[in-house]
């Protein structure tokens, strides 16, 4: 409890709003109501919703959403020094949480931070800048323009002793790879 209510506080003392059009977003900044952080390109953008309190990553040429929390009700999004990124119903209560990354560690990392890529994908980086969690690349970054749907093949969990063989959807084979990598698998069929 003592811990909680310390982490609390330095995270209320230390919350920093984040700037228009910022492209990361630090440990212990926080993206409010209504704020944008843009990707390096311009292309990709994260909006925490006024509207509805969804965190949603948007393709601006089109305004199309390639990814969402689901969770409706947050007031800002919170990048934790701790590593965990958190959508809060009310930033000044830690049990109104609406989504975490769930990367939370027990460490206090100043230098964490999340990023929209130029292909979409949202990523948090340790201080160290290795990779911490991350959301799939928007299949129109990998794709090539006018790209229709195949079936691939892909093996998920390659290496566990009980690889689950499914057939997907994908725009191109690197949108099957992509996918294939993300559950340790590859695009093929298992043996």
């Known amino acids: 409890m003592k811990n909680l209510i310390v982490t609390m506080f ?12 910022a492209q990361t977003l630090q440990a ?5 109501a209504g704020q944008q952080l843009y990707s390096s390109n311009g292309r990709y953008k994260l909006v925490m919703q006024a509207s509805d309190g969804n965190l949603v990553v948007y393709r601006v ?3 199309v959403a390639i990814w969402a929390t689901h969770a409706l009700g947050g007031t800002a999004a919170v990048m934790q020094q701790d590593r965990n990124f958190v959508v809060y119903g009310d930033i ?8 975490a990354s769930q ?20 990523t948090i980086y340790s201080g160290a800048g290795q990779k911490v969690w991350g959301t799939r690349s928007d299949p129109a970054a990998l794709c090539p323009p006018g790209s229709t749907k195949s079936t691939y093949a892909i093996c998920m969990f390659a290496n566990s002793p009980n ?11 690197a949108e099957a790879q992509q996918f294939a990598q ?4 590859f695009v093929g069929y298992c043996f």
């Open 10 to 21: 330095a995270l209320m003392m230390g919350l920093i709003s984040m700037e228009a059009n």
């Open 103 to 122: 990367t939370g560690a027990p460490v206090v990392d100043t230098g964490t931070y999340l990023q929209v890529g130029d292909d979409g994908a949202l």
């Open 61 to 63: 040429n089109d305004n």
């Open 163 to 173: 690889p689950i063989g499914v057939n997907g959807q994908f725009y191109c084979l």
């Open 182 to 185: 993300s559950s340790s698998g």
């Open 92 to 99: 000044n209560n830690a049990a109104s949480w609406r989504w």
């Open 28 to 32: 212990n900044q926080a993206l409010m």
